[in-house]
C-alpha cells in the first residue's frame, strides 16, 4: 500500500484547512486509515482515525469537535477536515494504514503503511 497526502500549507488561526490521502497498491487488503502529526522533537501524535468499511471514528481528544475524519472508498482517498485551527496544531500530518485488526488504535506501531508529511502552518 502506498500513501500520499495532500492539502497542507498556511493558514491563520480560526481558519480551516483540508488534507488528502491517497491510496494505491493493495487497498482491498486495508482495514483502518488514520492521521498523525509530528512537530520537531516530539512524538508522533495520534490526531483521528477512520475504519475502511465501517463506520468508526475515533478522535484525539485535542480535535474532537474541530476536526472531522471521513473516506471516499471510490477514490481510495481519506480526508482530514480542519476547522477552527489554532496555533498549536502546526506540525507534519502523516496519514497511515494498517492491514491488521488491533485493539489500540493510537500508536504509531498499529500501522503497517505510512506516506510522507504534509506541513500544516497555523499562523497566530
Known amino acids: 500500500v502506498q500513501l500520499q497526502a495532500f492539502g497542507g500549507g498556511l493558514v491563520q488561526a480560526g481558519g480551516s484547512l483540508r488534507l488528502s490521502c491517497a491510496a494505491s497498491?493493495?487497498?482491498?487488503?486495508?482495514?483502518?486509515m488514520a492521521w498523525f502529526r509530528q512537530t520537531a522533537g516530539k512524538e508522533r501524535e495520534f490526531v483521528a482515525v477512520?475504519?475502511?468499511?465501517?463506520?468508526?471514528?475515533y478522535y484525539a481528544d485535542s480535535v474532537k469537535g474541530r476536526f472531522t475524519i471521513s473516506r471516499d472508498n471510490a477514490k481510495n482517498t481519506v480526508y482530514l477536515q480542519m476547522i477552527s485551527l489554532e496555533h498549536e496544531d502546526t506540525a507534519s500530518y502523516y496519514c497511515?494504514?494498517?492491514?491488521?485488526?488491533?485493539?489500540?488504535?493510537?500508536?504509531?506501531?498499529?500501522?503497517?503503511?505510512w506516506g510522507p508529511g504534509t506541513l500544516v502552518t497555523v499562523s497566530s
Open positions: 497498491g493493495r487497498t482491498f487488503s486495508i482495514f483502518d
Open positions: 477512520t475504519s475502511w468499511r465501517g463506520d468508526s471514528t
Open positions: 497511515a494504514a494498517r492491514t491488521r485488526v488491533g485493539i489500540h488504535y493510537f500508536r504509531p506501531s498499529d500501522y503497517d503503511y
